[in-house]
């Protein structure tokens, strides 16, 4: 009985560890081109857009912490500050 339950427990725990996981990849897409950073994945399918991204991140909405940030509509809050973000981006890529 008790291996039962354990299995269960783990079982459980990969569910929320692949899902969390899910959601840091979407809002990683969603920062590479809400900022500006960088594009989709060339490996990423066409039917998969930034549209799509945001259609997703809006159903996930409810669940993030929301009062995180006032500039961002679903919390996001980005380190370093957007600035100094883009300043060291265009540095580093040499534009």
Known sequence: ???KVATH???F???VIINSNLVAYM???YSLINLK???LPNRMPHVINYSKIVN???IL???FNL???TSDPYGIVYYPKLKHHLQRFRTFNGS
């Open 1 to 3: 009985m008790g291996s």
């Open 9 to 11: 427990d783990l079982n």
């Open 13 to 15: 725990f990969v569910e």
């Open 27 to 29: 809002v990683y897409m």
């Open 37 to 39: 950073v960088g594009e």
């Open 56 to 58: 997703w991140m809006d």
């Open 61 to 63: 909405k409810e669940s």
């Open 67 to 69: 009062r995180a940030s």
